[in-house]
């Protein structure tokens, strides 16, 4: 095959273009299809925001409704349609002008958003030609494939599953692991608690009201979270969430939100809040434990049992190790803005009565942000309920419904992501030239800038390697890192960027060669329904077919295969509603003993199965009950204070037990605070997931001001800068500046601002140090590692500065696709 694309070949491709490809076949349905549909179908799917039914008329979404079980909807299913037919869809092959024409693989104007439209074959024969270029010139440490995101849901059309298993079959690349979500919690924990803890299904929240007195919400809002899921979300929290209101407000069960904001479950339930200045949480635990040691409240008895370190760890919150601080609550009151006597009355009240503590996600992505998940465990550890009904410690239950009682229902399995068995790749290379094959997820853009650097990474040495191709799918790390004028200086190392999509991110602007995916409407799959729960089965029926040129990933890297000779290993011969049986049949066998699924068919045309309500269950009541046979899986089997493993690492910023370590940049008279005095928080959205649904116009209406993301500021703070609501603010600092729409609250404190992850860059050009149109709070974050333990982000050890904009505005550039050159 020749794998040159000609000027030649090029534009007899153009003129070639039937005016089905340019059109689309959904939009041109025969007139005997269209006369059938007079009344339309229903059809069911799922989606991250919940089930729904659709009514599709003349090939087009018409209308979307939950599904009837679904009696918590969220409004964000309004936003599906806006999905499906934004302006910002990725409709044809398109190819990057400068990559294209100059021959070379410079990235100097990388970012331009100059793109020329190919074919299909002439796109898949230049993302081919450059796969073969990486493994023959270099070798498998130079291509990066390894990604992480949400993805669409579906068992079977996971991108990154068809994404790695064809690029495997061509040749080995660069992986990584962890994630942006969890990475220093899922990284400390194993070490203290035994697992994760941030993906364990926790203590029933059934159990939790019954029996909990006192719960703390420690920097973690539900309400607005369990409004997704990782696969389709049920809601079924929220009828729990209902019943804690009412007890609430009977003065039943004690809520207390120890958060830097007032947040939207605070204002849900109307419960009681504990400010505390942002990133100072380990100070306030420290006095919290000096409390319950010196005060002699903590249990002796579980410490003595299930615990080990304890007498490692005293010494240093009393003042006799380290830095020969001793932790009183009025040394964390000067750090944390709480009074001391609040911290001592806080100690009090957990070990009271029952106390269940719920941690978010938010707290742990920061610098050091090991520390506050380990001084919570720690916490729970001293409090001595780790194990009973409604007490101890849960670090996940504002995700998909953790804490909703399991049914033991088997989710069905998916595209398989590796090479199969016995099979080897094309490029059968495992040279990676001295360089990790794999590494923390957050450091890949280390690599670009300082490639060969030997990094510590969780009791291991890594070799950032010096990658010059990439391969993303279906995910927008132009949303998900840090430091966007950072990630435009890497980028400009990279000699050739391809994306799979369906809407044009800021990465696919970043990219070379960007490939039209279709939507999880276009297409069939199954998904759980309920991550945690598993309460059902959803079809996920094709709505509408794939619009423009798109087309589902399956057949995208069927073809890229098919260029190496290994699509029938690829598909394994079949097809996508094959596939989608043999996983049904799969998962029915393996549920046969406790579940009477029906046939596919049947299934398919109802649309959904439900089995039922799961029993509740209390998280680590079988280690509680005996920690010996039912050991934990940290190094000891028991909650680790004290880490001797950690402890040997020699790390700086994470030795072997919980400390407090000053931030490089903490508001509120910390580092940095006098030249960019306001910390920005950058939390998950309350209208979105991620970056997904941000393309939605119907969406994006509900909550933009004048055309931007929001920008939560205090009113008395907004007034002396002489800004009132609905202002454009211009938000700053030596890393970046956005531009946002203003939203006075006081649901803020003063010195603290909040733009919501997941808005779309949109930079005013390609240029470092351009200002983002849009209000992309990654803008303005440090691209940091938490520490040598998990290398983890650190979004939000952010301070910036912030002023009405003057002068004319800029219009916003984060939508509606690339500039095509013809």
């Not at 008895?301 to 009183?328: A, H, Q, R, W």
Request: net charge negative.
């Amino acid at each position: 095959m020749n794998m040159s694309v000609s000027r030649r070949s090029f534009l007899k491709g153009l003129a070639t273009t039937s005016a089905v490809s340019v059109i689309g076949p959904s939009l041109l349905a025969s007139s005997k299809a269209m006369a059938a549909e007079t009344t339309g179908t229903w059809k069911t799917s799922g989606s991250h925001w919940g089930a729904f039914r659709a009514h599709v008329y003349a090939g087009k979404v018409q209308e979307i409704k939950p599904l009837e079980m679904d009696k918590y909807p969220t409004d964000m299913l309004n936003g599906i349609k806006g999905i499906i037919y934004s302006p910002s869809r990725v409709r044809y092959p398109m190819v990057r002008l400068d990559w294209l024409k100059k021959h070379k693989y410079s990235g100097e104007t990388r970012g331009n958003n100059r793109f020329i439209r190919m074919t299909w074959d002439d796109a898949l024969d230049l993302f081919y030609r450059e796969l073969e270029r990486v493994q023959k010139d270099y070798g498998p440490w130079a291509l990066h494939a390894g990604q992480t995101g949400w993805r669409q849901t579906g068992q079977f059309h996971s991108c990154t599953s068809h994404m790695q298993r064809a690029v495997g079959m061509h040749g080995n690349f660069i992986t990584k692991v962890g994630d942006y979500s969890t990475g220093a919690g899922q990284t400390i924990l194993p070490y203290v608690l035994g697992s994760t803890e941030v993906y364990a299904q926790g203590t029933s929240w059934s159990e939790i009201l019954d029996h909990s007195k006192n719960i703390v919400l420690w920097a973690t809002d539900p309400v607005k979270n369990l409004q997704v899921g990782w696969n389709c979300e049920t809601h079924e929290s929220f009828a729990y969430l209902e019943q804690l209101k009412e007890k609430v407000a009977k003065g039943e069960i004690n809520v207390l939100s120890v958060d830097p904001v007032k947040n939207k479950t605070q204002r849900f339930l109307g419960n009681d809040h504990m400010y505390i200045n942002p990133q100072t949480d380990v100070a306030f635990m420290l006095a919290v434990a000096h409390t319950l040691y010196t005060e002699d409240l903590y249990d002796k008895e579980f410490i003595k049992m299930y615990c080990l370190g304890f007498d490692e760890f005293v010494p240093y919150f009393m003042g006799k190790s380290k830095d020969n601080i001793e932790k009183t609550p009025e040394w964390a009151a000067e750090i944390c803005g709480l009074p001391a006597d609040e911290i001592r009355d806080f100690a009090r009240m957990l070990v009271a009565e029952r106390t269940q503590i719920l941690f978010g996600w938010c707290i742990q992505r920061q610098e050091h942000g090991e520390q506050p998940y380990w001084m919570g465990a720690v916490i729970a550890a001293m409090v001595g309920q780790i194990g009973l009904p409604g007490g101890g410690v849960s670090y996940g239950h504002h995700y998909s419904s953790i804490g909703v009682p399991s049914t033991g229902f088997a989710a069905p399995g998916g595209f398989p992501r590796n090479v199969d068995e016995g099979q080897k790749p094309k490029w059968d290379n495992n040279d990676f030239n001295g360089y990790s094959r794999t590494i923390p997820v957050a450091r890949w853009v280390d690599c670009l800038l300082e490639p060969g650097k030997e990094i510590k990474y969780n009791g291991s040495k890594v070799i950032l390697p010096d990658y010059k191709m990439m391969i993303i799918s279906g995910n927008n790390p132009w949303h998900h890192h840090q430091d966007r004028n950072r990630m435009k200086q890497a980028f400009q190392k990279l000699q050739t960027v391809v994306t799979i999509d369906f809407a044009w991110t800021a990465t696919c602007r970043f990219s070379d060669i960007v490939l039209p995916a279709c939507t999880q409407f276009e297409r069939n799959d199954i998904d759980v329904y309920g991550s945690y729960s598993g309460r059902g089965l959803v079809a996920m029926h094709k709505l509408v077919d794939p619009l423009y040129q798109s087309k589902t990933d399956f057949d995208i890297f069927t073809e890229l295969s098919r260029r190496f000779g290994r699509h029938k290993e690829y598909t394994r011969g079949m097809d996508e509603m094959e596939w989608v049986r043999s996983l049904y049949s799969d998962c029915r066998d393996a549920n046969k003993a406790k579940f009477d699924m029906p046939e596919f068919d049947e299934f398919w045309a109802k649309g959904v199965l439900d089995f039922g309500e799961g029993t509740p269950w209390v998280r680590h009541a079988d280690f509680r009950e005996d920690p010996e046979i039912n050991a934990l899986g940290t190094p000891s089997g028991f909650i680790e204070i004290s880490s001797r493993k950690i402890d040997r690492f020699g790390y700086e910023h994470c030795q072997g037990h919980p400390m407090w370590f000053e931030k490089s940049e903490r508001s509120h008279g910390g580092p940095g605070s006098k030249k960019h005095p306001f910390w920005m928080q950058s939390c998950h959205p309350d209208k979105r997931l991620h970056s997904q649904m941000c393309e939605s116009e119907e969406m994006r209406a509900t909550y933009a001001v004048k055309g931007r993301e929001p920008v939560y500021i205090n009113p008395k703070d907004a007034a002396e800068k002489g800004i009132k609501d609905g202002d454009i603010v211009r938000v700053f600092n030596d890393r970046g500046q956005l531009l946002a729409g203003a939203v006075l609250s006081d649901s803020y404190a003063r010195g603290v601002i909040r733009i919501e992850e997941g808005a779309w860059y949109g930079p005013l050009n390609e240029k470092v140090g351009a200002i983002d149109t849009y209000g992309d709070p990654n803008t303005l974050t440090q691209d940091i590692p938490s520490s040598e333990l998990a290398q983890a982000t650190s979004a939000n050890t952010c301070l910036v500065d912030f002023e009405k904009f003057k002068g004319e505005v800029p219009p916003v550039t984060s939508f509606g696709g690339p500039i095509e050159v013809s």
